[in-house]
């Protein structure tokens, strides 16, 4: 991200807890010291102080390191305790000024407690997130009516408010976690329920906040604004333009921290989120900058889903709607090697494979990009300048002063790393060296998949080091070819991940965001030639839920100014992957502009399954396009069934992406859709769970 003069004096709230005192809940319960929480705050310090105006003078840092101690280093009137963190709110709203930025990250642990007000609470809790004294006779935490009360004064002085929650917010918690990842949350004692530790201690009556009396009018307030709105919100926001929340999780789920370059620990979101705006131009809205961080994050994690409440079409760090592309410059060029040098690079938080659109110099309106001269892929990473690779796009030439903008960060890997728990099973290693779809990682590295020896079996984990659902059938370590096995069933979830989770990161594309899709609703007594009739779902949830036999609708708007071509496909529980609309021979269905569609379809769960989630992914182009590609059988057949199509150079560029996503060997180690035409296809995916009906 380049760097931004906000037009606007920003103020930032930095909290991170690695540290928390030693008090115990009457079960034996606790909340374990992290490792990440202080690194990310100080990571979103550098950032912000690099890529903003923020003056130094502005920014608050509550944080708690470990230490050998049993106390933080830092002074105890910056310890993130709930006194001072109250305080340190109420202290941005007496600094700041109308229309001035407000900017609050916190990393630490977050729970459910007894509500302090049970009345307005149906479910008797609150959502907290835990000072570092949270306290033994009675609990000491910051409760999402406290934190909507402060949030509300903040907003109700015209400030334009940020908050991130890098924290789980609920009583889910992970067990048997690897050495590269924990969960912020409650580490439950002997005592306590297996699934869900939630405190129930009696909360005092009481709060430096506000008086009782005051939250319960600001929480019925904000609970009688939700329920007019079609989006909903958690609780922690009042319903504003104003004010725009990122939380890590949804409320049953977990957020993770993870040793994402293999050695230093970060949390996930603040990792992505970090990584997004260093790759992406100022100008982004928060709905664009969520829509990557749902992709990355969920694709790694997948009990983590950031959410996005507030108004999703406000720039990052802006009060606009609309800003200017940032673009760069090409420095030098060389058309005997076709490629240029950009004034970007390592220093700028780019890496290799990063892709930019090259526009003709002085150029300010990036929207046409019949403009474009070329792409550049960056292919020799420099400190602030480097070499990229062109690929022209028309006869017009490249000259020096060209505008180069960012259009994709070329994140998306075919080439996933494997860590081998147990170093003495040779042979996995050995079958992981030889396949060209994975490497191996190092002891002491963080990987995307793990293997580990379980009794007599190869167990395959994902990198949150849980063991991955519904690969049958096992692999026994005395069967002939084994280690074979676990390669190529590595390689079939590498290809379904990929396909998960490719993306056009062109946010200058003008299809971006124009392909609307949502759950319309079930029915369970429809045939196919009636007319639908869809119901809200009755199986209720953070992900929407339906029962096999039952119909699901799914509802395809086309928002663009002609014509798409549309097709769906199921990624399915059992790693399958098939596209169920339109069926064959036919690839799409042509949806016109301004027209919206209502798709029946019968989820189904594979036998021996009680219950699964499926993903459901739309594809939308200008052209035509082939997205059978794509198509992976259940991991337990031993065939491939996707097409297998030899057309050589009569293959458009977007049929091109896709065979590499589906080849026998990948020809590069990263996806780069937007080498591509980005400006004639996007995607977007929902999800829906499925469970088989008690008999």
Request: aromatic content about 6%.
């Given at each position: ?19 928390y ?12 010291n992290?490792s990440?929480c202080v ?20 920014i608050?840092k ?10 933080p280093?830092?002074?105890r ?11 340190a709110?109420?202290n ?21 407690c007894?509500?302090l007000?049970p009345?307005?609470?149906?479910n008797?809790?609150d ?14 935490y ?5 934190m ?5 004064s903040?907003?109700?002085l ?7 929650l890098?924290?789980c917010?609920?009583?889910g918690?992970?067990?048997d976690l ?9 580490t439950?004692g002997?005592?306590?329920s297996s ?5 129930l201690r ?10 009782i009396d005051?939250?319960k ?7 009688t ?10 609780g922690?926001?009042?319903g ?7 939380a ?11 040793a ?13 989120l ?9 100008g ?8 990557r ?14 959410q ?7 720039t990052?760090f802006g009060?606009n ?19 240029v ?6 220093a ?6 990063a892709e ?5 110099s ?33 006869n ?7 505008a ?9 890997k ?8 147990d170093?003495?099973i ?16 190092e ?15 190869y ?11 519904h690969?049958?059938?096992?692999i ?7 280690a074979s ?34 759950w ?6 429809f045939?196919?030639g009636?007319?639908?009739e869809?119901h ?9 839920g339906v029962?096999?036999g ?24 059992d ?19 301004g ?12 036998r021996?399954y009680?219950?699964g989630?499926?993903v ?6 200008v052209d ?12 337990d057949?031993?065939t ?8 050589g150079?009569?293959l ?12 026998d060997?990948?020809?590069?180690r990263n996806?780069?859709?937007a ?21």
């Open positions: 991200m380049t760097d931004q003069p906000l037009n606007s004096t920003l103020h930032a709230l930095l909290i991170g807890i690695d540290h005192l030693p008090n115990r809940l009457p079960d034996g319960g606790y909340f374990r992290l990440g690194r990310d705050v100080s990571h979103v310090e550098k950032f912000l102080l690099r890529k903003t105006n923020l003056d130094s003078r502005n608050l509550l944080t708690s390191s470990n230490s050998d101690g049993d106390e280093p830092e002074p009137e910056l310890w993130p305790t709930y006194e001072n963190i109250v305080r709110f109420q941005l709203g007496e600094k700041a000024r109308p229309d001035d930025q407000i900017y609050i990250h916190y990393s630490g642990h977050g729970n459910r007894a509500a007000i009345e307005i609470k149906t008797g809790l959502e907290v997130l835990v000072p570092m004294d949270l306290g033994s006779s009675e609990p000491l910051l409760r999402d009516i406290e909507a009360k402060l949030l509300k903040l907003v109700d015209h400030l334009m408010v940020t908050i991130v890098d924290s917010h609920s009583a918690a992970t067990r690897s050495p590269q990842l924990a969960s912020r949350t409650l439950p002997p005592n306590a699934t869900d530790p939630i405190d009696r909360p005092r009556r009481g709060s430096l906040v506000a008086s005051d939250l009018t600001n929480w019925e307030e904000i609970s604004a939700s329920k007019r709105s079609l989006s909903g919100h958690s922690w926001v009042p504003t333009a104003d004010y725009v929340l990122l890590a999780c949804r409320s049953t789920e977990s957020a993770f921290e993870f994402f370059d293999g050695k230093e620990t970060n949390g996930a979101l603040t990792y992505w970090l990584n997004t705006l260093e790759e992406m131009d100022f982004l809205t928060y709905n664009q900058l969520n829509d961080l749902v992709a990355r994050v969920h694709s790694q994690f997948e009990r983590q889903t950031p996005l409440e507030g108004d999703g079409n406000r990052v009060s709607h609309v800003k200017p592309v940032y673009s760069g410059l090409v420095m030098q060029v060389d058309m005997s090697r076709s490629r040098l950009l004034n970007a690079g390592q700028h938080g780019l890496r290799k494979g930019f659109a090259i526009y003709p002085l150029t300010t309106d990036f929207s046409d990009q019949k403009k474009r001269l070329a792409i550049a892929t960056i292919k020799d990473l420099g400190a602030v300048d480097s070499w990229a690779d062109l690929l022209p796009l028309g017009d030439e490249v000259a020096v002063g060209a180069a903008v960012l259009i994709g960060p070329g994140s998306g075919l080439v996933r790393r494997v860590r081998v728990i170093r003495q040779p042979e996995i290693e050995a079958a992981i060296n030889d396949s060209a779809w994975l490497e191996l990682a002891e002491q590295e963080a990987g995307d998949y793990q293997i580990k020896v379980a009794e007599n079996y167990q395959i984990l994902d990198r949150t080091g849980i063991a991955i659902r690969l049958e059938p096992p026994k370590i005395e069967d002939q070819g084994a096995q676990v390669a190529q069933r590595l390689e079939h979830l590498t290809r379904y991940h990929a396909v998960q989770e490719l993306d056009n990161y062109d946010s200058t594309s003008p299809l971006a965001g124009k392909l609307v899709i949502e319309a609703g079930s029915q369970k007594d045939e196919h009636q007319k639908p869809p809200p779902f009755e199986l209720k949830g953070d992900i929407p029962a096999v039952e119909y699901v609708f799914l509802r395809i708007k086309n928002s663009y100014s002609s014509a798409l071509n549309v097709a769906v496909l199921d990624l399915q529980p790693w399958g992957i098939s596209q169920i609309h339109p069926l064959p021979p036919t690839w799409f269905q042509l949806i016109d502009a027209q919206e569609v209502l798709i029946p379809f019968g989820p189904d769960l594979p021996n009680q219950s989630t499926d459901v992914k739309v594809f939308a182009t035509t396009a082939n997205f059978r590609w794509l198509q992976l059988p259940p991991l057949q031993q491939r069934s996707v097409l297998n199509f030899k057309g150079d009569r458009g560029p977007l049929d091109r992406l896709l065979a590499a996503v589906s080849a060997l990948p020809p590069t996806l780069m859709p080498a591509h035409p980005s400006a004639h296809w996007t995607t977007a995916q929902l999800e829906i769970q499925v469970v088989r009906p008690d008999n």
